[in-house]
């Protein structure tokens, strides 16, 4: 581990001075074993990514304007459709899980680091590598194959830009893969000695079945991957027909793993929105064992709901229902998870900070993509919308709306604790705006052109479609702008903005007992259980932003009595 750090002097509850040591900001670009310096590393590395998906993005928006192919041509668009996506899902929503799982994870139980930290180090330095290799695959052959990486053996051209963007989504799947390990081994094996698993906060939950979910479905992919390579550059036939091979084969096994991947990609986001929400409405969490135990029934039955995405390729009867079935039974758990939101906040002192607004507005746009999620498990209506824009529609809700409105939240709620400073709540509101209306003004109509035909993956359509496109086109115009506010907002307040107390929020999980941002040992004196994670209410209500934790139980000693 780098040792080079600065003291930060900070006031404690009697007046007197502090001093802890924290990092430089030299540590933020070496290879550092510091799970707090490789959780930061990881969310501003995704954002520089999110910036390059985000920006194709508005290239194809701006493209569905109009009906013709005016900007960009069909094969181009096809290209840069694969590379949004693979990067707003490898290099965006996938990382930034993680950058919050080890930035939080070690303070959340009272560790000191994670349980494996150059393991923890050598993950993440796979994330930019193979992020890299990944957009240098958009420049080499014309990537024809769409998002499902099946390209006509016959385009040599093609073969190669297909065999780097495959060896950058084996790089990125194994390093997802070594913090799997981290993370599951540090929550089970690290927590302080008071805590069980029943006490322990929620996020820490949710990570667990995320791991569980990666090690399970990242190997099937890794697998497919490896056939694929074989059938480009061996010339075998796996899933060649022409040779005897068969492509659906190819589709269940991409489909087992990516169809978890949206687990994967929400899970730790619905961690995240369990500990914002009790904070800033000031009460318990409403069903704690019930939104733990979904977390991993999830996780169990996204293993056997993959199907639903072949329900045109030829799939059996039979199987189709099956696959409806378990696609439909996974609203219950889900659910659970959004009543149980619901009920937190009901009632409660609510402050409609930065942090709230987008946790709220993630209740509201997650539970449209679930409702339209348990419309496209019916065999008829999926068949009706299939490969269409109803179904973008569908998945930007749920991992739009059910992914980066959390993380802002997150980010929101814990950029105090990273950083020692606050952002500014106006620049906070104007962002929420912002992005809540671009977010409606660009998806919402999408419905409408699903289930009138348009199809998806394509640059060329139909005039009638016109206008509910330009619709769409204007509100990723409002989307974009969206991401300014907030890029001044976090700039500033990194280095102007008010200075934060080690508990801003008066939460009471155990991140809140070090000092902000932590010290490089975490904890400047041995943390005390001394409260649920979730125990809102008046024995709390007390509790000073810079209170030691001598004072917290004082403090509540007092009131008990």
Known sequence: MSTSAEKIVTSTHDGQKAEHKQRKWQDYFTFNTDHKVIGIQYLVTAFLFYFVGGALAEVMRTELATPEPDLVQPEFYNQIMTMHGTIMLFLWIIPAGAAFANF??????????????????????????GGILLMSSFFVGPAQAGWTSYPPLSLVASKWGQEIWILSILILGTS????????????????????????????????????????????VLAAALILLSFDLIAGTSFFNPAGGGDPIVYQHMFWFYSHPAVYIMVLPFFGII???????????????RAIAYSSLAIAFLGLIVW???????????????????????????????????????????????????????????FLIGGLSGIMVASVPFDIHVHDT????????????????????????????????????????RIHFALTYIGFNLTFLPMHQLGIQGMNRRVALYDAQFQSVNMICTIGSYILAVSTLPFV???LWSVFKGEKAGRNPWRALTLEWQTSSPPAIENFEEEPVLWAGPYEYGVDTEMIDEDSSIEEMLAEVSAEAK
Request: proline share 6%; aromatic share 14%.
């Open 274 to 288: 369990s500990e914002v929400l009790p904070v800033h409405a000031r009460k318990p969490i409403f069903g704690y």
């Open 176 to 219: 997802t893969i070594l913090g799997s390990i981290n993370f599951i081994t540090t929550i089970l094996k690290m927590r302080m000695p008071d805590m069980d698993i029943h006490s322990m906060p929620l996020f820490c939950w949710s990570m667990l079945a995320t791991s569980g979910l990666i090690l399970l479905g990242t190997p």
């Open 104 to 129: 939080l994870i070690p303070l959340m139980i009272g560790a000191e680091d994670m349980a494996f930290p150059r393991l923890n180090a050598v993950a993440y330095w796979m994330f930019p590598i």
């Open 307 to 365: 199907a639903h995405h072949m329900f045109t390729s030829g799939t059996p009867g039979w199987l189709r229902m099956f696959f409806m079935a378990t696609t439909m039974v996974i609203a219950v758990p889900t659910g659970i998870k959004v009543f149980s939101w619901t009920a937190t906040i009901w009632g409660g002192k609510i402050n409609l900070n930065s942090a709230m607004l987008f946790g709220v507005g993630f209740i509201s746009l």
């Open 488 to 490: 001044v907002n976090v």
């Open 389 to 428: 824009y109803f179904v973008v529609a569908h998945f930007h809700y749920v991992l739009f709306g059910g992914s980066v409105l959390a993380l802002f939240a997150g980010i929101y709620h814990w950029f105090p604790k990273m950083t020692g400073r606050m952002l500014n709540e106006t620049w906070g």
